[in-house]
């Protein structure tokens, strides 16, 4: 998702035009941090692995969606969604590694995981700008929607293989 984050507000100023890509960042920040206190209710009723399962593949549609978007509604609306799954995988995440890490290994496994997400915010500039220059912005979408598809196939193995982790660890029902 750190593909769009360099090429997002050049693409968004293409449609809406450069003075109005504030108003949807702001808006984006705004519902982001009002669905934040949804989170913990989340958590508690379900699974981290459910919510997980459930914003990867709401996020793997929306990525496909916003590929092929041409209508400035429907842009608007998938941008906006990408936005608030982008800070709730991280959230995810990170509340996951917490959980299935014992308490001596926790940093070592988070720093671990925050080195390649650096990583990634790293290489995405130069990656976003050449499929830009060679192909267009929507292959910017689809590269990171692969990206996205991948991450759930890989989530999903791991959470069929080790099924263990799933009702012990992750359930966060008695931890919130």
């Known amino acids: 998702m750190a593909l769009i984050l360099y090429s ?4 968004l100023s293409y449609i809406f035009g450069e003075k109005h890509i504030w108003i949807i960042y702001s808006l ?53 969604i990408y936005f608030i799954l982008s800070e709730y995988l991280l959230v995810l995440a990170s509340l996951m590694i917490e959980d299935l890490s014992q308490n001596n290994q926790t940093g070592s496994i988070r ?17 976003s700008a050449f499929l830009i220059k060679y192909f267009s912005f929507q292959s910017v979408f689809l590269v990171s929607g692969i990206f996205i598809f991948a991450a759930v196939l890989v989530f999903n193995y791991f959470i069929i293989h080790i099924p263990r982790i799933v009702p012990e660890k992750l359930s966060f029902k008695n931890n919130y």
Not at 42 to 62: C, D, G, H, M, Q
Not at 70 to 78: A, G, S
């Open 111 to 127: 720093g671990r995981f925050l080195m390649m997400q650096n990583m990634g915010f790293l290489i995405s500039p130069f990656s």
């Open 8 to 11: 997002g507000s050049t693409f």
């Open 28 to 80: 984006s920040a705004f519902i982001t941090i009002l669905l934040n206190f949804s989170l913990t209710p989340l958590l508690r009723n379900y699974s981290i692995e459910k919510v997980t399962r459930i914003a990867l593949y709401i996020a793997a549609v929306n990525m496909a969606l916003l590929t092929f978007a041409t209508n400035p509604l429907l842009v608007f609306i998938t941008y906006i």
